[in-house]
């Protein structure tokens, strides 16, 4: 029973992190932050993975390098839309 709430909890912290569409992410990504979770995070985890998300996003510089690749890609923010203008530069 332990096993398999372990394993819905790393499925759904990868699909909260994950950049690509839900369902897209592999085997390894699903489980390659249920250890940091449940060691840095481990409160978190009865309210939800909202919350754990959120926990390992502020806690990033102490995830294992698979963890940390991860949520690093999941907050990077998104490139501007094509076309759209660059910020004005200040003049000097």
Known sequence: ???RAVLAFAVAVVAAASSSPAGAETAEE???CT???QTL???EI???RDRVYQCLVRRVNELSPPCK???SA???PPPPPAGSASPA???K
């Open 1 to 3: 029973m332990l096993h």
């Open 30 to 32: 699903r489980l390659a």
């Open 35 to 37: 250890a940091d979770a």
């Open 41 to 43: 995070c481990g409160e």
């Open 46 to 48: 009865p309210d939800g």
């Open 69 to 71: 690749r991860i949520i």
């Open 74 to 76: 999941s907050i990077v």
């Open 89 to 91: 530069r200040p003049r």
